[in-house]
């Protein structure tokens, strides 16, 4: 197919060429008995006739010097519009009749007319020959039954004949014209077509068979080879004209477009069958480069069918080319991937190359004409196919062999599972649609009490081991039939003796040839549910004293407080601390202290059991317990509280022959339908409990909804909501106050941070409002971290205010400094956003810190190694702190404002002051002074010798932001 066409673009590009010179010599072919075949070719003349109404008659009145030479012997006048005539003289030299053969060994020529006359008879118009042929014409009407065009003719003793052919078609116009001795010719016919035969048999059989292969493993690979293999015939046969004279000899329209319609199909199958045997990676760009030739062919194919024929074939022939180029340099990339089968295929392509080059150089009298050169063509298509079937073999080879390595690797894994199935801990079954055993493991025998599936009998009754319950079966059963699986059911299995296991159960419906079965795997987590349970008990209980804890005694709250709602029950709370016990725990330690409460613990539960059975106690805290009481009204549940305070009264606890007693404050809230919610009810029963400590201890109080001191116990408690509320939702947010120096230097910031918070109405909440609730109720860690993540996060945001700083001053509570986890989130803090420690001083209030000496201590100790500062604020309120100071190690001290506030009008607070400051001087520490409200006291303070002023006159506090510190 290929080389045709690459020899037609050669012609054509050679035709280009055509010398138009006029040769005034005589041109004769000589011809003996003993002249088999000769190649007229340079003894031939033309005229090209452009208007094509030339007649035989007008051709032979032509002047010697308007016809020319054929140049360089090359018979080929490309696509031309022109009648091509064609004149040469035969002569016969012998004196033996010479019957001979015209032969134009050219398949694809439209209109041929063939004229000989005797140069003896120069008076008559009439040839002695004359025959009409062409494509457009049935193949029977051709005067010899050959696949290119034979012309008869014959030349007596010594006779010479002037032929002339006329030649007009659409396509490319080529003569390639030799005669022959009649017996020679039909031999040489015989021959050609003997080989030619084999050649087309041959690929139609290779075809034939991979289309079959392809039906067979279903693979469309070979079905593009087997279509490539058909159009390389069908374009040979159309080519050199056997298609026209063995399959279609009456369908002159279809052999003019048949060579255009196999090769467009064949440079698709050609692209399509390389993608597909070469696979070039997905990723690669040589994926979309064929992808895209690909699209370009199958576009080129549907245009041509719109065409004129000429065009049609240029179009064909440059695609022929762009494919083939195309295919070959696919084939060289791949070599980096598919080595092996790329080879097979470069030598295929270099194969089909070679004969096509060897033909051509032989059209264009390069090479000399042998059989191996003038087939060479053929020779290439044919070993090119046969080497693309020798890769294809091979690949069939190793698709061969990893068929066998999966297959046995298939067979070592039904090994191992046949292993783990027999081995596994798990039971695993297969079950009837019905719901009888099919097949099980050792296991799942084991755990059911059989021996083997063929002894059992299908009664789950006679079983020795674990089976489950009849009803719970069957439902098992229909419900992996409704939704076609069932995994982790979990559910009991009983035995004869009553013991039971705990399994779970998946599985699933699966249908071999139309026969649905159930397989599935069984698991024991009896020791699971163990642990479940035992982690659930310690989910809901207390260790200590194996009371329940808090959550549980929340849930049966809620569930008590629904029935009360719904009028199906009346209850009472009781909320219980005791008191004195942190003295035991303190004089006797934490052991004691343990000793104490489990002991203690059993007289509450006797005396709860003495209430009844459906009573609840557990314990909420520490030294806090909380008791539920069903089926009491208020009056009963006074009652109640009462003996139980007696009785913890009543007890004594011995430790180290010292007796020791405690008492309870007890708080009670009866339910009522109206109480909102569970954390209502207990925030009433704790500041009930709250009040009966403020009023002396050891007592019973009851939660009145007008008492005054309990409604602010609640508030507080509300201030805990709110704050707990504000650190989720981030309602919190900084200001900052300067401390401005008495000094004058270089400017860099000095201020306090200072925390507001915006509640959910939009109302601004000062410090006063919120912090003694939780520092009530120990909140102030949380908070604590929440102005330490802040702060430092917008530091870190705002790089050249973190330079311009100096010191920013941030209050730390008492409880956060007592817990070693909020010093370890500290240190955490500082190395995450980066923040030098020299720049933060963290200020502790005078009172706390003396309180908590040890812990304040060992606090400051650990931070100032890492270079952070500190203060002691609201410093003054006790005078036992001068006491304190040189042990604390602290580097300002900040006057509390009660003594600034009136120090131009008070001797008193202005001789505290000066003796504050003298104190300071002493020890090395610098003073910063509060609440600095006008200019007299700022002056006064400066004839003190005080460091560092705060105040609304020095400035008044503001939102934390770059730009405030600029203006200020």
Same mark, same amino acid.
């Given at each position: 197919?290929?080389?045709?066409?690459?020899?037609?673009?050669?012609?054509?590009?050679?035709?280009?060429?055509?010398?138009?010179?006029?040769?005034?010599?005589?041109?004769?072919?000589?011809?003996?008995?003993?002249?088999?075949?000769?190649?007229?070719?340079?003894?031939?003349?033309?005229?090209?006739?452009?208007?094509?109404?030339?007649?035989?008659?007008?051709?032979?009145?032509?002047?010697?010097?308007?016809?020319?030479?054929?140049?360089?012997?090359?018979?080929?006048?490309?696509?031309?519009?022109?009648?091509?005539?064609?004149?040469?003289?035969?002569?016969?030299?012998?004196?033996?009749?010479?019957?001979?053969?015209?032969?134009?060994?050219?398949?694809?020529?439209?209109?041929?007319?063939?004229?000989?006359?005797?140069?003896?008879?120069?008076?008559?118009?009439?040839?002695?020959?004359?025959?009409?042929?062409?494509?457009?014409?049935?193949?029977?009407?051709?005067?010899?039954?050959?696949?290119?065009?034979?012309?008869?003719?014959?030349?007596?003793?010594?006779?010479?004949?002037?032929?002339?052919?006329?030649?007009?078609?659409?396509?490319?116009?080529?003569?390639?014209?030799?005669?022959?001795?009649?017996?020679?010719?039909?031999?040489?016919?015989?021959?050609?077509?003997?080989?030619?035969?084999?050649?087309?048999?041959?690929?139609?059989?290779?075809?034939?068979?991979?289309?079959?292969?392809?039906?067979?493993?279903?693979? /469309?690979?070979?079905? @593009?080879? $087997?279509?490539? *293999? &058909?159009?390389?015939? =069908?374009?040979? %046969?159309? #080519?050199? +004209?056997?298609?026209?004279?063995?399959?279609?000899?009456?369908?002159?329209?279809?052999?003019?477009?048949?060579s255009l319609a196999f090769i467009a199909v064949g440079i698709i199958a050609t692209i399509f069958f390389t993608r597909e045997l070469l696979k070039p990676p997905k990723t690669s760009l040589l994926n979309g480069f064929t992808k895209t030739i690909g699209l370009i062919a199958c576009v080129s194919a549907i245009v041509t069918l719109f065409l004129p024929y000429h065009l049609a074939a240029q179009l064909n022939a440059g695609m022929t080319v762009v494919v083939m180029s195309s295919v070959f340099i696919t084939c060289i990339a791949m070599l980096k991937y598919s080595p092996r089968i790329a080879q097979f295929f470069c030598w295929a392509w270099s194969a089909y190359?070679?004969?096509?080059?060897?033909?051509?150089?032989? /059209?264009?009298?390069? @090479?000399? $004409?042998?059989? *191996? &050169?003038?087939?060479? =063509?053929?020779? %290439?298509? #044919?070993? +090119?196919?046969?080497?693309?079937?020798?890769?294809?073999?091979?690949?069939?080879?190793?698709?061969?062999?990893?068929?066998?390595?999966?297959?046995?690797?298939?067979?070592?894994?039904?090994?191992?599972?046949?292993?783990?199935?027999?081995?596994?801990?798990?039971?695993?079954?297969?079950?009837?649609?019905?719901?009888?055993?099919?097949?099980?493991?050792?296991?799942?025998?084991?755990?059911?009490?059989?021996?083997?599936?063929?002894?059992?009998?299908?009664?789950?009754?006679?079983?020795?081991?674990?089976?489950?319950?009849?009803?719970?079966?069957?439902?098992?059963?229909?419900?992996?039939?409704?939704?076609?699986?069932?995994?982790?059911?979990?559910?009991?299995?009983?035995?004869?003796?009553?013991?039971?296991?705990?399994?779970?159960?998946?599985?699933?419906?699966?249908?071999?040839?139309?026969?649905?079965?159930?397989? =599935?795997?069984?698991?024991?987590?009896?020791?699971?549910?163990?642990?479940?349970?035992?982690?659930?008990?310690?989910?809901?209980?207390?260790?200590?004293?194996?009371?329940?804890?808090?959550?549980?005694?929340?849930?049966?709250?809620?569930?008590?407080?629904?029935?009360?709602?719904?009028?199906?029950?009346?209850?009472?709370?009781?909320?219980?601390?005791?008191?004195?016990?942190?003295?035991?725990?303190?004089?006797?330690?934490?052991?004691?202290?343990?000793?104490?409460?489990?002991?203690?613990?059993?007289?509450?539960?006797?005396?709860?059991?003495?209430?009844?059975?459906?009573?609840?106690?557990?314990?909420?805290?520490?030294?806090?317990?909380?008791?539920?009481?069903?089926?009491?009204?208020?009056?009963?549940?006074?009652?109640?509280?009462?003996?139980?305070?007696?009785?913890?009264?009543?007890?004594?606890?011995?430790?180290?022959?010292?007796?020791?007693?405690? =008492?309870?404050?007890?708080?009670?809230?009866?339910?009522?339908?109206?109480?909102?919610?569970?954390?209502?009810?207990?925030?009433?029963?704790?500041?009930?409990?709250?009040?009966?400590?403020?009023?002396?201890?050891?007592?019973?109080?009851?939660?009145?909804?007008?008492?005054?001191?309990?409604?602010?116990?609640?508030?507080?408690?509300?201030?805990?909501?709110?704050?707990?509320?504000?650190?989720?939702?981030?309602?919190?947010?900084?200001?900052?106050?300067?401390?401005?120096?008495?000094?004058?230097?270089?400017?860099?910031?000095?201020?306090?941070?200072?925390?507001?918070?915006?509640?959910?109405?939009?109302?601004?909440?000062?410090?006063?409002?919120?912090?003694?609730?939780?520092?009530?109720?120990?909140?102030?860690?949380?908070?604590?971290?929440?102005?330490?993540?802040?702060?430092?996060?917008?530091?870190?945001?705002?790089?050249?205010?973190?330079?311009?700083?100096?010191?920013?001053?941030?209050?730390?509570?008492?409880?956060?400094?007592?817990?070693?986890?909020?010093?370890?989130?500290?240190?955490?803090?500082?190395?995450?956003?980066?923040?030098?420690?020299?720049?933060?001083?963290?200020?502790?209030?005078?009172?706390?810190?003396?309180?908590?000496?040890?812990?304040?201590?060992?606090?400051?100790?650990?931070?100032?190694?890492?270079?952070?500062?500190?203060?002691?604020?609201?410093?003054?309120?006790?005078?036992?702190?001068?006491?304190?100071?040189?042990?604390?190690?602290?580097?300002?001290?900040?006057?509390?404002?009660?003594?600034?506030?009136?120090?131009?009008?008070?001797?008193?607070?202005?001789?505290?002051?000066?003796?504050?400051?003298?104190?300071?001087?002493?020890?090395?520490?610098?003073?910063?002074?509060?609440?600095?409200?006008?200019?007299?006291?700022?002056?006064?303070?400066?004839?003190?010798?005080?460091?560092?002023?705060?105040?609304?006159?020095?400035?008044?506090?503001?939102?934390?932001?770059?730009?405030?510190?600029?203006?200020?």
């Amino acid at each position: 197919m290929l080389y045709r066409l690459v020899l037609f673009i050669l012609l054509v590009l050679s035709s280009l060429g055509l010398s138009q010179q006029s040769h005034a010599h005589n041109h004769h072919i000589v011809l003996t008995p003993s002249i088999e075949s000769i190649d007229p070719t340079r003894d031939i003349l033309f005229y090209a006739d452009e208007a094509g109404k030339l007649s035989v008659n007008d051709v032979k009145a032509l002047s010697s010097g308007q016809w020319s030479e054929i140049p360089d012997g090359n018979p080929n006048f490309g696509f031309t519009d022109n009648t091509i005539w064609l004149s040469l003289r035969a002569v016969n030299s012998s004196d033996k009749p010479l019957p001979l053969y015209l032969h134009i060994d050219y398949a694809l020529l439209d209109d041929i007319e063939f004229y000989a006359y005797s140069t003896e008879q120069k008076e008559t118009n009439s040839p002695s020959d004359y025959y009409a042929l062409g494509d457009l014409k049935p193949f029977a009407e051709r005067p010899v039954d050959h696949p290119t065009f034979v012309m008869p003719f014959g030349l007596a003793p010594y006779e010479s004949k002037d032929i002339y052919l006329r030649i007009a078609t659409q396509g490319t116009l080529q003569t390639p014209i030799s005669i022959w001795q009649r017996e020679a010719f039909l031999q040489h016919s015989k021959d050609v077509a003997f080989l030619y035969g084999y050649f087309l048999g041959a690929l139609l059989i290779m075809s034939a068979y991979y289309l079959c292969l392809s039906v067979i493993v279903k693979d /469309k690979t070979y079905l @593009l080879y $087997s279509i490539y *293999i &058909t159009c390389m015939a =069908g374009v040979h %046969g159309s #080519l050199d +004209g056997y298609t026209y004279k063995w399959l279609w000899p009456f369908a002159t329209q279809w052999h003019q477009v048949s060579s255009l319609a196999f090769i467009a199909v064949g440079i698709i199958a050609t692209i399509f069958f390389t993608r597909e045997l070469l696979k070039p990676p997905k990723t690669s760009l040589l994926n979309g480069f064929t992808k895209t030739i690909g699209l370009i062919a199958c576009v080129s194919a549907i245009v041509t069918l719109f065409l004129p024929y000429h065009l049609a074939a240029q179009l064909n022939a440059g695609m022929t080319v762009v494919v083939m180029s195309s295919v070959f340099i696919t084939c060289i990339a791949m070599l980096k991937y598919s080595p092996r089968i790329a080879q097979f295929f470069c030598w295929a392509w270099s194969a089909y190359f070679a004969g096509i080059i060897a033909k051509s150089l032989t /059209k264009m009298g390069v @090479l000399p $004409s042998t059989f *191996i &050169t003038e087939y060479g =063509g053929n020779i %290439g298509a #044919l070993v +090119g196919i046969v080497i693309i079937a020798l890769a294809l073999a091979d690949r069939i080879n190793t698709e061969k062999r990893k068929r066998e390595k999966a297959q046995q690797e298939s067979i070592d894994n039904l090994r191992r599972f046949e292993t783990l199935y027999e081995n596994a801990l798990e039971g695993i079954f297969t079950l009837s649609e019905r719901g009888d055993l099919l097949g099980a493991n050792p296991a799942f025998l084991d755990i059911v009490g059989l021996d083997s599936v063929e002894g059992y009998d299908g009664n789950w009754l006679t079983l020795d081991g674990y089976v489950m319950e009849f009803k719970d079966y069957i439902a098992l059963i229909e419900a992996i039939k409704t939704k076609g699986q069932v995994l982790d059911h979990e559910t009991k299995m009983t035995n004869k003796q009553g013991a039971y296991i705990w399994v779970t159960i998946s599985a699933r419906l699966v249908s071999e040839k139309g026969d649905n079965k159930i397989e =599935g795997t069984l698991i024991d987590i009896s020791e699971r549910k163990a642990f479940e349970q035992q982690l659930q008990h310690l989910a809901e209980h207390d260790p200590l004293t194996g009371f329940y804890n808090r959550r549980a005694f929340e849930i049966k709250t809620s569930d008590l407080l629904n029935r009360v709602k719904h009028n199906e029950d009346k209850a009472c709370v009781l909320y219980l601390d005791l008191d004195q016990f942190k003295i035991v725990n303190d004089l006797c330690g934490h052991t004691a202290g343990d000793l104490l409460l489990q002991k203690l613990s059993k007289r509450l539960q006797e005396e709860v059991r003495k209430l009844g059975d459906d009573q609840f106690i557990a314990r909420l805290g520490g030294d806090e317990f909380g008791i539920l009481l069903s089926n009491s009204s208020l009056r009963t549940g006074q009652r109640a509280a009462e003996k139980i305070r007696q009785s913890v009264e009543q007890f004594s606890f011995l430790w180290e022959g010292k007796r020791y007693t405690v =008492g309870v404050s007890i708080g009670l809230v009866e339910l009522l339908p109206y109480h909102l919610s569970v954390e209502q009810v207990l925030v009433m029963a704790d500041t009930a409990c709250y009040m009966a400590k403020d009023r002396g201890r050891n007592r019973v109080h009851v939660f009145v909804e007008s008492d005054q001191d309990m409604q602010f116990r609640q508030l507080e408690m509300q201030w805990v909501n709110t704050i707990k509320e504000a650190l989720e939702k981030d309602q919190f947010f900084l200001v900052a106050q300067n401390i401005q120096s008495k000094a004058p230097g270089p400017h860099q910031h000095h201020y306090e941070i200072l925390l507001r918070l915006m509640n959910t109405n939009g109302n601004l909440c000062s410090p006063g409002q919120f912090l003694p609730a939780a520092e009530r109720y120990n909140l102030m860690p949380n908070i604590d971290r929440w102005v330490i993540k802040a702060y430092f996060s917008w530091l870190s945001e705002n790089p050249e205010h973190l330079a311009q700083l100096d010191c920013a001053s941030i209050n730390l509570s008492t409880h956060s400094i007592g817990d070693k986890f909020f010093a370890n989130y500290l240190i955490d803090a500082f190395e995450r956003y980066a923040i030098p420690a020299e720049k933060i001083c963290f200020e502790i209030t005078e009172g706390m810190a003396i309180i908590h000496l040890d812990n304040t201590q060992a606090f400051i100790e650990r931070f100032r190694a890492l270079g952070c500062r500190f203060a002691l604020d609201d410093f003054g309120t006790g005078f036992s702190s001068y006491a304190y100071l040189k042990d604390l190690q602290v580097d300002y001290l900040k006057i509390d404002g009660v003594f600034v506030n009136n120090i131009c009008d008070d001797e008193i607070s202005l001789a505290m002051v000066k003796s504050i400051s003298e104190v300071a001087k002493a020890i090395g520490i610098e003073t910063i002074a509060e609440f600095v409200e006008d200019e007299a006291t700022l002056n006064k303070l400066s004839e003190i010798g005080i460091d560092y002023f705060q105040g609304y006159h020095v400035h008044k506090p503001s939102r934390l932001d770059a730009n405030v510190f600029h203006l200020v």
